[in-house]
């Protein structure tokens, strides 16, 4: 799932300040996991930012909104009056659900209300970690199952550096070093010999090195008869 | 002779070699090293040029080689992961090579949070054994890591480091195995004050027959105070520096004359711990002391370089 934090209070009101009308819009799906961006969250901030405007005597209206994947076109629609009748979008989904209002209606201004972080799973109540960059080439399999381009701080792919210390990451002493626990579960899985075959130079060109993605199935594209056909429909 | 420096050369001839280290400064005066280069030329073979270590910025290593050079002293420049992607690194060597650097330190690089500029982008496109591999490969057939042949390939003599004191224990001498595979000639170790632990990792590695393939120049830092060890206990990563060393400068009466002491008596031991083939003296802030530790350890004088 995608990982984001709310972007703190203070910022928000700032940036929503200057308008009059804003649809706060959440979204059900990743950042509603992460505790950032649903439908509890929309409402906690709206009531704040409006105890905020209470104890400055600003004049805004909100409305908290929620939809149920906001990076979905067909689940933004749902509220498109709710959008085109605000000053402002402050959306609470990930940077993707933000980027989505924003590119359906480009001449309507969609403000991030999140702070999007990583690729990541909730590891217990309240805590999420990185497990994944998206480097469009994945080798778990080498590595017992553990990502070490995003769980290693220098994305080391022969071993642990020279800074660790009790198992730890250096940059983090409340983060397990990637390859200690790497080494740990290769030996549980009796592939300790792996550790000792060199993983070579990278091709990064898979990841966004190589610039923006654009994954296309051409067996699952509609042909422009059926796009005509649903559109009719909606 | 693969790049013919006179730290090979030493090491090639079966001599105990010595490096030391000189850290460049953060600023754009070349006075500091070129101060370093002439008050330490003959107390080592060959001088490690750090690579803005701890990721604060200093004049670059490379910069700092020619310099040195300019003194008739050997560079080993340290070239790390950190702050240059494959471009970078290649064109870099290819450059080094042609100002007359013949050997080279392969890093990882230090995380950029412990420097003065935590908000930096890091690149860390290769590690360092990757590095070795690449380098490796480009030096003995010119052939880049994108598969171009190059003529008039660099020559150079290849180092790696490695750290016997630092977690996961069992994966370090794979570790060191791994760089030896990529192309290492050479290995450095992390500064050894744990001398027990550092001679269980040589067991090991000469069992894996490693050290007839990889010349390992044991780690030694001169200490100037009780604080100084007590910051390497507590905030250096990955170091172990065991209580008694900790005491014994505490409870000396004059703690220079005791870290020269106690490092030259490290000099002593290491060098009877069969496949260790040299020192690297990391005198961090502290060169003037180099000529004083090389000579009470006995390492002078050195093998005349041609």
Same mark, same amino acid.
């Given at each position: 799932m995608?990982?984001a934090k709310?972007k703190?209070l203070?910022e928000?009101?700032?940036?929503?300040?200057?308008?009059k009308?804003?649809?706060?819009?959440?979204?059900?799906?990743c950042?509603?996991?992460?505790?950032a961006?649903?439908?509890k969250?929309?409402?906690?901030?709206?009531?704040?930012?409006k105890v905020?405007?209470?104890?400055?005597?600003?004049?805004q209206e909100?409305e908290?909104?929620?939809v149920?994947r906001q990076c979905e076109?067909?689940?933004?629609?749902?509220?498109?009056?709710k959008i085109l009748?605000?000053?402002?979008v402050?959306s609470?989904?990930?940077s993707?659900?933000?980027?989505t209002?924003?590119d359906m209606?480009?001449?309507?201004?969609?403000?991030?209300g999140?702070?999007?972080?990583?690729?990541?799973?909730?590891?217990e109540?309240?805590?999420?970690?990185?497990?994944?960059?998206?480097c469009?080439?994945?080798?778990i399999h080498?590595t017992g199952g553990?990502?070490p381009i995003?769980r290693?701080?220098?994305s080391?792919?022969?071993g642990?550096?020279g800074?660790?210390?009790?198992r730890?990451?250096?940059v983090n002493?409340?983060?397990?070093?990637?390859?200690?626990?790497i080494?740990?579960?290769?030996?549980?899985?009796n592939?300790?010999?792996l550790?000792?075959?060199i993983?070579?130079?990278?091709d990064w060109?898979a990841?966004?090195a190589g610039?923006r993605r654009?994954?296309v199935?051409?067996?699952?594209?509609?042909?422009?008869?059926?796009?005509?056909?649903?559109e009719?429909?909606? | 002779?693969?790049a013919g420096?006179?730290?090979e050369k030493?090491?090639?001839?079966g001599k105990f070699a010595?490096t030391a280290?000189i850290?460049?400064?953060?600023s754009?005066n070349p006075?500091p090293?070129?101060?370093?280069?002439?008050?330490?030329k003959g107390f080592?073979?060959a001088?490690n040029?750090t690579?803005?270590?701890t990721?604060?910025v200093?004049?670059s290593?490379?910069?700092s080689?020619?310099?040195i050079?300019r003194?008739?002293?050997?560079p080993?420049?340290?070239m790390t992961c950190?702050?240059?992607?494959?471009?970078a690194l290649?064109?870099d060597l290819?450059g080094?090579?042609?100002l007359?650097v013949?050997?080279?330190?392969c890093l990882?690089?230090?995380?950029?949070?412990f420097?003065?500029?935590?908000?930096?982008?890091?690149v860390f496109?290769?590690?360092?054994?990757v590095?070795?591999q690449?380098?490796?490969?480009?030096?003995?057939?010119g052939?880049?890591?994108g598969?171009e042949?190059i003529?008039?390939p660099?020559?150079v003599?290849?180092?790696?480091?490695?750290n016997?004191?630092?977690t996961?224990?069992e994966?370090r001498?794979?570790r060191?195995?791994k760089k030896v595979?990529?192309?290492?000639d050479f290995c450095?170790?992390?500064?050894i004050?744990?001398?027990?632990?550092? =001679?269980?990792?040589?067991?090991? @590695?000469?069992?894996?027959?490693l050290d %007839?393939k +990889?010349h390992i120049?044991a780690?030694v830092?001169p200490?100037?105070?009780?604080?100084?060890?007590?910051?390497?206990k507590?905030k250096v990563?990955g170091?172990?520096v065991?209580n008694?060393?900790v005491?014994?400068?505490?409870n000396?009466?004059?703690a220079k004359? =005791?870290?020269?002491?106690l490092? @030259?008596?490290?000099i002593e031991?290491? %060098?009877a +711990?069969?496949?260790?083939?040299g020192?690297h003296?990391m005198?961090?802030?502290?060169?003037?002391?180099?000529?004083k530790?090389?000579?009470?350890?006995?390492l002078?004088p050195?093998?005349?370089?041609?």
């Open positions: 995608i990982v709310r703190p203070n928000i009101a700032d940036m929503v300040a200057p308008y009308k804003v649809a706060v819009i959440g979204c059900r799906s950042v509603a996991i992460c505790l961006g649903g439908e969250e929309v409402k906690m901030t709206v009531s704040a930012l905020k405007n209470k104890k400055e005597g600003r004049r909100f908290a909104l929620v149920e076109k067909e689940f933004v629609k749902e509220v498109e009056d009748s605000s000053d402002l402050l609470m989904a990930c993707l659900g933000a980027q209002i924003g209606y480009p001449d309507h201004l969609c403000f991030p999140l702070n999007t972080g990583f690729f990541g799973v909730p590891e109540q309240g805590v999420w970690s990185e497990k994944c960059v998206g469009g080439n994945c080798i080498t553990i990502c995003s290693c701080a220098k080391m792919l022969n642990p550096c800074g660790s210390s009790n730890k990451c250096e002493l409340d983060i397990d070093c990637a390859w200690a626990a080494y740990d579960r290769l030996k549980l899985q592939r300790l010999d550790i000792e075959s993983t070579p130079a990278k060109s990841s966004h610039g654009v994954y199935r051409e067996d699952a594209r509609l042909t422009p008869h059926q796009k005509k056909g649903r009719a429909v909606q | 002779m693969k420096s006179n730290l030493v090491l090639e001839s010595v280290e850290g460049p400064p953060q754009a006075e090293l070129e101060h370093h280069a002439k008050m330490m080592a073979d001088f040029l690579d803005n270590q990721a604060v200093r004049l290593s490379i910069a080689a020619v310099i050079m003194e008739s002293v050997e080993v420049i340290q950190r702050d240059r992607n494959r471009i290649q064109s290819l080094a090579s042609a007359g013949k050997n080279v330190l990882t690089g230090d995380h950029q949070t420097g003065n500029e935590k908000g930096a982008k890091n496109d290769f590690d360092s054994v590095e070795l690449v380098f490796d490969a480009l030096r003995r057939e052939r880049q890591v598969g042949v003529k008039d660099p020559k003599y290849l180092g790696c480091a490695e016997p004191f630092a996961p224990y994966f001498v794979s060191l195995a595979a990529a192309g290492a450095q170790t992390q500064a004050f744990d001398m027990n632990m550092f =001679e269980k990792w040589m067991d090991e @590695v000469r069992a894996r027959g %007839k +990889v120049l780690g830092i200490m100037k105070s009780a604080g100084a060890a007590r910051y390497m507590n990563p170091m172990i065991p008694e060393i005491d014994r400068m505490k000396a009466k004059d004359e =005791e870290g020269v002491k490092c @030259v008596e490290q031991h290491l %060098k +711990v069969k496949g260790v083939h020192v003296i005198a961090v802030a502290w060169e003037e002391i180099v000529p530790v090389a000579e009470l350890a006995g002078l050195r093998p005349k370089s041609e």
